[in-house]
């Protein structure tokens, strides 16, 4: 197939700038797809400076690795941060979770009550850990954050 000519043909939806050099990462980043989480996103990784993370963003960020509803999900994930170490070098995987969550049933699901839904989470981070530090190469760092309507937390 011609490419020059088969696009020739077509719209182009907008302009970009899509370097064909390839980068290492400063972090693989699995984060909740939900809107709101997205400006805190945006200035976690203005924190961090992580100019080049890998992001992965999934409902309920870290939730298909602890909790899916299929093995096959947790797979995937897994797969996702493991391309990212091996393709961008990543040095470090970020894993989110935050408060009212919908993947979770929202603050509802614990009747209101940040503590325990809080402590849910926690735990929810500890277990994803434990999914993935066997599967990780040794070097690779794991950290756990926690976001809510005042922030972003490292746990
Ligand atoms: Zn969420």
Redesign the pocket.
């Known amino acids: 197939m011609q490419k020059a000519e088969f696009l020739g043909g077509k719209k182009r939806i907008c302009s970009s700038h899509m370097p064909r050099q390839h980068y290492q990462a400063d972090a693989v980043v699995v984060w909740?797809?939900?809107k709101r989480?997205q400006n805190a996103l945006l200035n976690f990784l203005g924190e961090k400076g992580l100019r080049a993370e890998d992001l992965i963003q999934a409902?309920?960020?870290l939730q298909p690795l602890t909790s899916p509803e299929k093995k096959e999900y947790r797979e995937f994930m897994l797969m996702q941060v493991q391309a990212s170490i091996a393709l961008h070098k990543s040095p470090v995987v970020y894993l989110m979770a935050?408060s009212d969550?919908?993947?979770?049933g929202g603050l509802e699901k614990f009747g209101g009550n940040e503590d325990r839904e809080f402590e849910y989470l926690m735990n929810e981070m500890d277990k994803a850990e434990q999914h993935l530090r066997p599967n990780l190469p040794p070097t690779v760092k794991i950290a756990k954050v926690f976001g809510d309507p005042e922030g972003v937390w490292q746990v």
């Open positions: 909740c797809f939900d989480c409902a309920g960020g935050h969550c919908g993947k979770y």
